[in-house]
């Protein structure tokens, strides 16, 4: 079992930053590719990153490429998505997942966090 918490997010203003962390416990985090997504009101999570159990692969949503970064630090069994240029579409729970390959399925995803409410406001 893993269990994973978030954090970070809040409330920002169009065009600034946020970093979210994503702690995992029990089964070490280096086990597992990492994944984050996110769920705005009335839609459907949604794939924003994923990154692979090293850190030496990554991958976006195109909605967020050149705007966010994922990357890990597996001594600290933590992963980041460092959100920059906020947008206010970018306003959704934001909630990081793992899983045994780095892929934009959410299905594919074992564990989940409860996720951390992003607000980004015009």
């Known amino acids: 079992q893993v269990q994973l918490v978030e954090s970070g997010g809040g409330l920002m203003q169009a065009g600034g930053s946020l970093r979210l962390s994503c702690v995992a416990s029990?089964?070490?985090?280096?086990?597992?590719?990492m994944g984050w997504f996110r769920q705005a009101p009335g839609k459907e999570r949604e794939f924003v990153a994923t990154?692979?159990?090293?850190?030496?692969?990554?991958y976006y949503a195109d909605s967020v490429k050149g705007r966010f970064t994922i990357s890990r630090d597996n001594a600290k069994n933590t992963v980041y998505l460092q959100m920059n240029s906020l947008k206010p579409e970018d306003t959704a729970v934001y909630s990081c997942?793992?899983?045994?390959?780095?892929?934009?399925?959410?299905?594919?995803?074992?564990?989940w966090g409860q996720g951390t409410q992003v607000t980004v406001s015009s």
């Open positions: 029990g089964r070490t985090m280096r086990n597992y590719a």
């Open positions: 997942a793992a899983g045994y390959g780095a892929t934009i399925i959410r299905s594919e995803y074992t564990y």
């Open positions: 990154i692979n159990r090293s850190g030496g692969s990554t």
